[in-house]
Structures are given as C-alpha cells and as structure tokens.
C-alpha cells in the first residue's frame, strides 16, 4: 500500500475556477493537474508552428542561416550498394 503525500497549495479564483472546468466526472483535482502534466510532456512538434512569426530578431537568424548555406559547396553522395 502506497502512502500520498498530500501538499496544500494556493490558487487564484481564476485559476481554481479554470482547473475545475476541466474536471471530469469524479476527476481529482490531482487527476486534473497529472493528466495535464502528460498531455504537456506529449505536446506536437506541430504547436511549435510559427511561434517565431511576431519576432524580427528571428529573421536575422534565419538569414544567417541561409547565408551559410549559400556559402558550403554542393557535395554529391555516392552510394554504392
């Protein structure tokens, strides 16, 4: 048999009022947080998208980028099976 610590924290309304949305059924507020917690662990390379859209300093990098780019040779790969 396993013995739970249990931890008080302290919440905003707001916060509370959010995290109880999301409960399900008889979820725990404890559920809540720890199915949370996963889904943010497995979160998609797709949410990534665009997040540097809104930041100039961003071009800069990626035109740093290209520059290299445009200064390596081409290299041919020869693969023999």
């Known amino acids: 048999m396993h013995m739970h610590m249990v931890?008080?924290?302290s919440l905003?309304?707001?916060a509370y009022a959010s995290l109880k949305n999301l409960k399900e059924g008889s979820d725990s507020?404890?559920?809540v947080v720890l199915r949370l917690i996963h889904k943010e662990k497995k979160k998609s390379l797709l949410s990534f998208a665009g997040i540097w859209k809104?930041?100039?300093e961003m071009d800069l990098v990626f035109n740093d980028i290209l520059s290299e780019r445009h200064k390596t040779k081409d290299r041919k790969l020869n693969l023999k099976w």
Do not use: A, G, Q, Y
């Open 12 to 14: 905003s309304e707001h």
């Open 7 to 9: 931890k008080v924290i």
């Open 29 to 31: 507020f404890s559920e």
């Open 54 to 56: 809104d930041m100039p």
